[in-house]
């Protein structure tokens, strides 16, 4: 990779206690108007509701979840295209709902975003060149006194591009290929934060190994901090170090990649799990796999205490009138937002026995005890 563009990034390591992002109880609602001449209000779509996380230095940040769950609107609050409605979000200790005009122009260049459609969000008439500087005509001081075309091809070749395809256009290239223009843009004025929403679920699983490994190499030598937001569970746990779990708009769980992988605690995290597919086809008849009933309520009007308590088979009387908050609880050494949250060994419920080459089978009941 460009050692010049190394020499310009960040070149920060990971420090625990250094935080760069913190957002404390941030909600968004989205008003359902009624009428057609004298419109009115007469409910709100509650697309995060009270969502707390902190985003330290060169760390990755997984954000997992069913669709509809307001992991795409939780981005777009951290990039400040959306206002929260209230709470607060911190960009290296500046409230991002204060800033206009200049000063949240000037805050954006910190955080730059990757899309998921690696082709919708590239405009089919311009070149890669102009796509990828773009940003300069934005933020000309960005760019300096440096040449904006040999810059361009420098980043090109950061994402594993042919430099000298700078003068193509983007139906001239491959999904993989036009996610790496997009990976290419968002590092043009060398921000601290990547928000990556969903960048690799239109890729074949190939490509997508391909792309998550850029985006390591990249974090190691610019020292980047991300947010990735994804429904892929495994792709999660490769690439993160520590993972929230949003349903209807709340976290439910939050804990490092090993605390949610290894220890799952809330139900819902368990249920998302156990649909993670299992490669070896004779051992899928023996995994915990656990069917949730019923659809996801609305988020218009959403039940009442915990919100997963109509699919959850541990839902109680309590459930319905006590909202469950997302704290450390006496069974769990992580916040999980449930009233009853126990470790539930659901990944491991299936282990292969190296030694003897063979295979066996590890199932274990709801309070973690294992039986063969």
């Known amino acids: 990779m ?35 001449v004298f419109q009115r209000t007469v409910g709100h779509v509650q697309a995060v509701d009270g969502v707390s996380l902190e985003l330290r230095r060169g760390e990755t940040l997984g954000v997992v979840g069913e669709s509809g769950c307001g992991k795409s609107t939780l981005g777009r609050l951290l990039m400040g295209l959306e206002r929260p409605t209230s709470g607060s979000i911190k960009l290296n200790g500046r409230e991002i709902a ?6 949240l122009r000037k805050m954006r260049r910190n955080i730059q975003i990757v899309l998921q459609d690696p082709y919708s969000s590239l405009d089919p008439r311009m070149t890669v060149g102009d796509i990828v500087g773009e940003p300069y005509d934005v933020h000309p001081d960005a760019l300096g006194d ?22 193509r256009y983007p139906h001239q290239f491959s999904g993989g290929q036009r996610q790496r223009i997009g990976i290419a843009r968002a590092l043009a004025l060398k921000p601290e934060i990547i928000v990556c929403d ?26 980047l ?10 792709v999660v746990r490769h690439i993160s170090d520590r993972v929230l779990v949003m349903y209807l708009g709340k976290g439910v769980e939050y804990g490092t990649e090993d605390q949610i992988y290894e220890h799952p605690t809330h139900p819902y995290t368990q249920a998302l799990l156990s ?6 086809p004779r051992l899928r008849n023996h995994r915990d796999h656990i069917v949730l009933e019923g659809d996801v309520p609305s988020p218009v009007d959403p039940p009442s205490g915990c919100r997963f308590r109509t699919r959850c088979w541990k839902a109680e009387d309590i459930c319905a009138t006590d909202e469950p908050m997302l704290v450390i609880r006496d069974a769990a050494a992580h916040p999980s937002a449930c009233h009853f949250a126990t470790e539930r060994d659901v990944v491991h419920a299936l282990r292969r026995d190296v030694r003897t080459g063979g295979s066996h089978v590890v199932e274990h009941d709801g309070d973690g005890a294992a039986s063969r």
Not at 98 to 103: A, C, H, I
Not at 275 to 280: G, K
């Open 2 to 36: 460009s050692t010049r563009l190394a020499q310009q990034g960040s070149g920060l390591g990971r420090d625990d206690g250094d935080v760069v992002l913190q957002v404390t109880d941030v909600k968004k609602y989205f008003p359902v108007k009624k009428g057609i």
């Open 98 to 103: 204060d800033l206009k005009g200049p000063e």
């Open 146 to 167: 440096r040449d904006r075309r040999t810059t361009v091809q420098e980043l090109l070749d950061v994402v594993g591009l042919d430099p000298s395809h700078v003068n």
């Open 198 to 223: 969903e960048p690799v679920s239109a890729l074949d699983v190939s490509v997508q190994a391909q792309v998550v490994n850029l985006f390591e190499q990249l974090q190691q030598e610019f020292g």
């Open 225 to 234: 901090s991300y947010v990735f937001i994804a429904h892929d569970l495994s």
């Open 275 to 280: 649909a993670v597919s299992v490669p070896d």
